[in-house]
């Protein structure tokens, strides 16, 4: 490089002196500036390591010109805040692992840092090192035959402190975030490197461990199952010693790597030991150069690229790592306070600043009768958020970029499992103080329980577990033709005129019955069903999804939804993913999946929209969703994102406008768009 990278540390613990040192070392970095917590900090720490500039505060350090990228080396809890404000700030990263507490804080930073357009790496230093390059060459080269068991430890015992960082619930301590870590990253790794893959996630996990009187993990051991029948042993922990070593077991021999984690620190010869079978072992030396210089200079040479190739940690890998360690924590118990549904960390965004629309989105609006506020085109369902830090998250996002429609109901997690989605999404709510500016749709009265009595009941919970005394939209999850449509329509004006419900309609309701119920309702001077809740994808649902589901992709649907001028919110708008990856004709692993959605013009359906999807540089998601949204009729799709990926994904729908020719070609109607 012509001009050295300009690194600034925001933190000045122990780690922070490490990567200090390492710095002098490299050929492509100096060290320009530290901040710390307070001056005095900065200063003893800038003294230590000659380093000219000591900043006061870690905001300090991000406000100063001269650094281009940041090493962040503050405890975990806190990587979130500062890597997002340093991403903010267009700043460069290397964040010490993990990225984040969990998957859902991680996803923030790796979004933050896609947006504002910088560098981002989390800091596992032993991915970057040569020894670990000649583990992953040895494995391809099919050196020891067919990968089948890995083993990796590591641990350490450390006295018990309940104010040391290594025990304290505060800080995240315990032994699966703070070295649990390497051996899940390299056990992905080994399996991905044997696959042909740059990492894999394990097709199944168990644990088990010891969570002590602070609440973290102190010893725990984890089983897993890779793709290609390779199975992992993996042992961590903070009070307990190990060999804290990594073997490799095959159809034709092992390979044992004695230090994988820290690699001669300081420079000098590593080895890995190769046995294969009916050979004597041979020893592998490796000449390296001090550990955490790799890492540095690895920053500097990707950072056109953003991030780093595998072995170093991308974004994607660092991801699946994130949710690993989430299955390990969740699998033993362990869940840290703050990440609980009523704690103060959960309460606001993870940067610390009040909740605001960002002012350059891209939302469209509409409106519906009886409704007193906007409601945004694209409406997020939140039955698949499990705990708090992922819906806070997911939630963050999605009204920052202007959405403000909530769908859940009673049966979702909540009916069944603790949180459960409404109780999360109304903590959510409430903590961000937005409840007079999102619409909240709730669904109740699924079969068999679909009657007015059980209306009633399943209504009054579900405010309950949302803490709200009303919802802006109530549908009927399911309809029964058992029951009289007026009877439905005489319990759901009761609760109108309670104010616990502002308007309502039916989800998975035929065009027949909700004009039966309307024609009730305008005999007896009541109101009638605003809103159709039905399937409706550019892919046809060729089977019910689940028992009483009904689509409206039909044409004499669509000519009712045109006519009526009743809005339609169709649930599974983009096909539950047949216009991803996961679909395809030779992929049959899902029976449900092939049932619902498989057949010829599907698929026909599904090449047309990649192609249009290429011509406009944009996935075939959008393009499904892009065909929902161009409809003759009001249409505001649900969509149910998992990840800030998916989000983004479909926000960009929005910015597709098809013509109505383009529209009939999606569906098959004409052969040329």
């Known amino acids: 490089m012509a001009e050295r ?59 100063d010109p001269a650094v281009r990228a940041v090493y962040i080396a503050t405890p975990h809890p806190v990587h979130a805040e500062w890597a997002i404000k340093a991403a903010e700030a267009g700043k460069h990263i290397l964040c010490e692992k993990p990225l984040g507490v969990n998957h859902a804080e991680a996803m923030a930073i790796i979004e933050a840092a896609r947006e504002y357009d910088v560098f981002l790496m989390e800091a596992f230093m032993y991915r970057c090192h ?38 304290e619930n505060d800080l995240a301590g315990g032994g699966i975030l703070d070295v649990g870590c390497y051996p899940a990253s390299i056990a992905r790794l080994i399996a991905g490197a044997a696959t042909g893959k740059p990492f894999v996630d394990p097709v199944s996990f168990h644990a088990v461990g010891h969570v002590g009187k602070t609440g ?22 903070v009070a307990l010693n190990h060999d804290n070593m990594v073997r490799i077991w095959g159809s034709k021999g092992h390979i044992v790597i004695p230090e994988p984690w820290v690699p001669q620190r300081n420079g000098g010869i590593c080895k890995i030991l190769l046995t294969r079978d009916g050979r004597p072992t041979e020893e592998i030396q490796i000449e390296a150069e001090p550990l955490y210089v790799y890492e540095i200079d690895l920053v500097a040479r990707s950072l056109a690229d953003r991030q780093a190739k595998s072995p170093a940690m991308s974004w994607a890998d660092t991801l699946s790592n994130m949710r690993m360690l989430d299955k390990w924590r969740e699998s033993i118990g362990q869940l840290y306070d703050q990440e609980k549904i009523d704690a103060p960390r959960q309460q606001q965004p993870l940067v610390g600043r009040p ?40 939630a963050d996002d999605y009204f920052a970029r202007g959405g403000n429609a909530f769908d859940t109901a009673y049966i979702y997690s909540g009916g069944h499992h603790s949180p459960g989605c409404e109780r999360l999404l109304g903590q959510w709510v409430k903590s961000r103080g937005v409840r007079e500016q999102v619409v909240i749709i709730e669904k109740g009265a699924h079969t068999p329980k679909c009657n007015p009595d059980d209306l009633t009941r399943q209504l009054l919970v579900s405010l309950d577990r949302l803490g709200m005394d009303y919802v802006d939209v109530y549908m009927l999850h399911r309809d029964n ?22 308007l309502f309609g039916g989800s998975n309701w035929s065009t027949g019955r909700i004009d039966e119920a309307n024609a009730y309702a305008r005999g007896k ?20 999804i689940w028992t009483g589901c009904v689509s409206a992709s039909d044409p004499q649907s669509r000519d009712w939804l045109e006519k009526s001028k009743i809005p339609l919110l169709p649930w599974s708008s983009q096909s539950q993913g047949f216009f991803t990856d996961r679909s395809a004709p030779n992929r049959k692993e899902d029976a449900n999946f092939v049932r619902a959605w498989y057949s010829d013009d599907n698929f026909a359906r599904k090449d047309r929209a990649i192609k249009l999807a290429g011509q406009l540089k944009v996935d075939p998601t959008a393009i499904a969703l892009a065909y929902v949204l161009h409809q003759p009729f009001d249409v505001f799709p649900l ?21 109505n020719q383009q529209v009939r070609w999606l569906n098959l109607e004409v052969d040329h768009p």
């Open 481 to 502: 033709p058992q029951v009289p449509v007026g009877e439905f329509i005489d319990v759901l004006n009761e609760h109108h005129k309670a104010g616990r419900i502002r």
């Open 525 to 544: 001077g009541l109101k009638g069903m605003s809103v159709l809740s039905n399937n409706f994808s550019l892919a046809r649902m060729i089977d019910p």
């Open 355 to 394: 909740l605001a629309v960002r002012p350059d989105h891209n939302m469209p609006y509409g409106h519906i009768d009886g409704l007193d506020k906007p409601l945004s085109r694209l409406i997020m369902g939140v039955d698949n958020q499990g705990q708090m830090p992922q819906m806070s998250v997911m």
């Open 639 to 659: 969509i149910g994102p998992r990840t800030l990926d998916e989000t983004r994904g479909s926000m960009a729908a929005l910015e597709i406008k098809l013509t």
């Open 130 to 167: 040569p020894q670990t390059a000649k583990m992953i060459e040895l494995i391809q080269a099919g050196a020891i035959g067919d990968v089948r068991l890995i083993e990796a430890a590591f641990c350490y015992n450390s006295s018990f402190d309940p104010d040391s960082r290594i025990f």
């Open 5 to 63: 990278l300009a690194w600034g540390i925001l933190g000045a613990g122990n780690i922070a002196r490490t990567f200090a040192e390492a710095v002098k070392k490299s050929t492509t970095g100096k060290l320009v500036a530290i901040g710390s917590r307070s001056q005095s900090s900065a200063d003893r720490f800038g003294d230590e390591f000659q380093i000219p500039v000591r900043h006061g505060s870690y905001q300090a350090l991000l406000d």
């Open 216 to 237: 973290v993990d102190e010893y725990t051991t984890a089983i897993c199952k890779f793709p290609g029948e390779i199975m992992a042993y993996l042992v961590t922990a």
